[in-house]
T-cell receptor, first 112, second 114 residues
Framework: GDSVTQMEGPVTLSEEAFLTINCTYT??????LFWYVQYPGEGLQLLLK?????DKGSNKGFEATYRKETTSFHLEKGSVQVSDSAVYFC???????????FGGGTRLMVKP | GAGVSQSPSNKVTEKGKDVELRCDPI?????LYWYRQRLGQGLEFLIY????????KSGLPSDRFSAERTGESVSTLTIQRTQQEDSAVYLC????????????FGSGTRLTVV
């Protein structure tokens, strides 16, 4: 079945550091890929998505590129802020188009 | 409505009591999902409704858990005889039946069983 693996946290960075959170997936066909963010005390919000190979999703300075050849969708940001502190979830939706499969989440802590 | 609405936002209950959690999805979203998130952990799928089809209940952890949805509107998740291990945030999400849209989540109900 479909699965998503993302790096375990917590990831602790200083403000303005470069961020990478790795995400790899296993799925048949061509899934759609998503990153969700969960700020403290809140529900999950869609951060960005990519629906086909080589697409780049971007939002709020975050980017992720759908790499079919490496089955990856790594999240990057060039300069993190304290306000980016949150839990980040990578997810995929398979060809059936009815269920998101989530990774375990990665907690990011940004220190001033 | 504009977003997915869940109520109550917080619920403290005594062990052994029944609780009912409510989710009001985005109007027009045919799919509705319930997830559980224990403290510091990832998302645990519970149940999925799609239109008038039979729900996918494969994630429900025990027969104390049940959920209903009337048509494409409100859903209720019921936990009977609550246990301390049921303490978690219960998240509801809704979506269109599209592989490119993802879900829209509610803010969750934080359940504490004491």
């Amino acid at each position: 079945g479909d699965s998503v693996t993302q790096m375990e946290g917590p990831v602790t960075l200083s403000e303005e550091a470069f961020l990478t959170i790795n995400c790899t997936y296993t799925a048949t066909g061509y899934p759609s890929l998503f990153w969700y963010v969960q700020y403290p005390g809140e529900g999950l919000q869609l951060l960005l998505k990519a629906t086909k190979a080589d697409d780049k999703g971007s939002n709020k300075g975050f980017e992720a590129t759908y790499r079919k050849e490496t089955t990856s969708f790594h999240l990057e940001k060039g300069s993190v802020q304290v306000s980016d502190s949150a839990v980040y979830f990578c997810a995929l939706m398979g060809n059936a188009g009815n269920m998101l499969t989530f990774g375990g989440g990665t907690r990011l802590m940004v220190k001033p | 409505g504009a977003g997915v609405s869940q109520s109550p936002s917080n619920k403290v209950t005594e062990k052994g009591k029944d609780v009912e959690l409510r989710c009001d999805p985005i109007s027009g979203h045919t799919a509705l999902y319930w997830y559980r998130q224990r403290l510091g952990q990832g998302l645990e799928f519970l149940i999925y409704f799609q239109g008038n089809s039979a729900p996918d209940k494969s994630g429900l952890p025990s027969d104390r858990f049940s959920a209903e949805r009337t048509g494409e509107s409100v859903s209720t998740l019921t936990i009977q005889r609550t246990q301390q291990e049921d303490s978690a945030v219960y998240l509801c999400a809704s979506s269109l039946a599209s592989r490119t849209r993802g879900y829209t989540f509610g803010s969750g109900t934080r359940l504490t069983v004491v």
